[in-house]
């Protein structure tokens, strides 16, 4: 079992808590919830197939709290995050009698998360939450750093709010029986941690990939803490996304648009984000901002991990208006993460449009991927 602490410093002073890493991890969630606080009761978000596959594990690991637990339990997928199933959190944890000395424990994916996260910042002008991931995606990313929110039809995650979880049971067992598109979505993010921070794991990455993907648990393990590391230090030191933290979108811009113009779900979060890192990386080889070769190397490691590079079918207009509507804007044109080399990333405010049109365009007459 691995240990590893979050410590974030901002106007509501100084923040701590623990990710717990390991096989059977969610034994410790028990002690999680008495050291978090002294809750009046506990209200649990989750998704139909989650619960159904690990319901009765995460009641036993609650069971030694002796606290008063009610449910939520939202269809599984993306089109769950948004305000329609929000507005059912709420009324759900306010019919179970739940205080502002209430918890809320997530469990499940990046979707349940981020739900549930943002049920927690805004109930009863905010209440705790824990979170027990269930994903790779939400392990390595969704997981840690305190962002939450909803999807618009407008765009993705457009509503929100920064809210850091009391603690974090991250139980390696659930990927043994995880889903292979969603094993292979989390890899997205994991390829990304490693693009824009860390060159020795992405060389793990390339020389571990057939470990990695049959689930060797030692192998997952370290990915994951590397991951964790990464974002955990990234958080430290911009928990608001002001500076630093924006390298963690390199690949979203285009991917929260395709997202959007696509319909939520029709491309797994980590999909998407891996066709737009290949985007990014091409983007920045034409502007000068990455090294040659970079994008090609970038392609072959998603490929290697059975992640899409290219998209069809989806027209050009749409997408540049969804870039458009995206947080991560600056004064006079859109903000691109770039990687000078791998492993480094560099934020580029005020993108030229018309590069990033120019770019898409010939992206988009591209080959498809190979999955």
């Known amino acids: 079992m691995i240990r590893l602490n979050v410590e974030v410093s901002g106007d509501k002073g100084l923040r701590k808590y623990p990710i717990w890493i390991g096989a059977r991890a969610i034994s410790l969630l028990g002690a999680a919830i008495r050291r978090s606080g002294d809750y ?12 159904a596959a690990g319901g009765r594990k995460l009641s036993k690991a609650i069971a030694g709290t002796r606290l008063p ?5 939202v269809p599984s997928g993306e089109p769950s995050k948004s305000a329609e ?27 349940v998360g981020d739900l549930s996260g943002f049920a927690a910042a805004s109930i009863l002008r905010g209440i705790d939450f824990i979170q027990v991931p269930t994903t790779l995606l939400a392990m390595v990313d969704a997981s840690v750093g305190g962002k939450t929110g909803i999807n618009l039809p407008e765009g993705k995650n ?4 920064f809210h850091q979880p009391r603690a974090v049971v991250m139980d390696l067992d659930f990927l043994r029986t995880l889903p292979e598109r969603e094993l292979r979505a989390g890899w997205a993010e994991v390829i990304k941690t490693a693009a824009i921070r860390d060159a020795a794991l992405y060389r793990f990455l390339e020389s571990h990939g057939e470990r990695l993907r049959r689930r060797a648990p030692g192998s997952l393990q370290r990915v994951i803490r590397a991951c964790c590391r990464i974002k955990a230090s990234i958080v430290a030191a911009d928990e608001r996304e002001s ?32 066709i737009g890192m290949t985007f990014a990386s091409l983007l920045g080889e034409s502007l000068a901002a990455s090294r040659k070769g970079t994008a090609g190397r970038v392609e072959r490691l998603l490929h290697a991990y059975g992640l899409p590079t290219r998209i069809t079918g989806c027209p050009i207009e749409p997408l540049l208006a969804g870039m458009q509507r995206d947080k991560k804007r600056g004064a006079s044109g859109l903000r691109w993460i770039f990687l000078p080399r791998l492993g480094a990333a560099r934020i580029h405010e ?22």
């Open 350 to 371: 005020d993108v030229p449009a018309d590069a990033v049109r120019r770019e898409l365009r010939k992206f988009l007459r591209g080959p498809p991927s190979v999955h």
């Open 85 to 111: 199933l929000l507005a059912r959190v709420w009324s759900d944890l306010i019919r179970a009698g739940c205080d502002r000395r209430s918890l809320i424990v997530a469990f499940g994916g990046g979707v």
């Open 243 to 274: 500076g630093l933290r924006m390298i963690l979108n390199f690949g979203h811009t285009l991917a929260h648009a395709i997202e959007a113009v696509r319909g939520y779900g029709s491309l797994l979060h980590g999909e998407a984000v891996a």
């Open 158 to 161: 457009l509503v929100g709010a």
């Open 69 to 73: 637990a009610s449910r939520t339990v």
């Open 40 to 51: 009046s009761r506990l209200h649990i978000v989750t998704d139909e197939r989650v619960w």
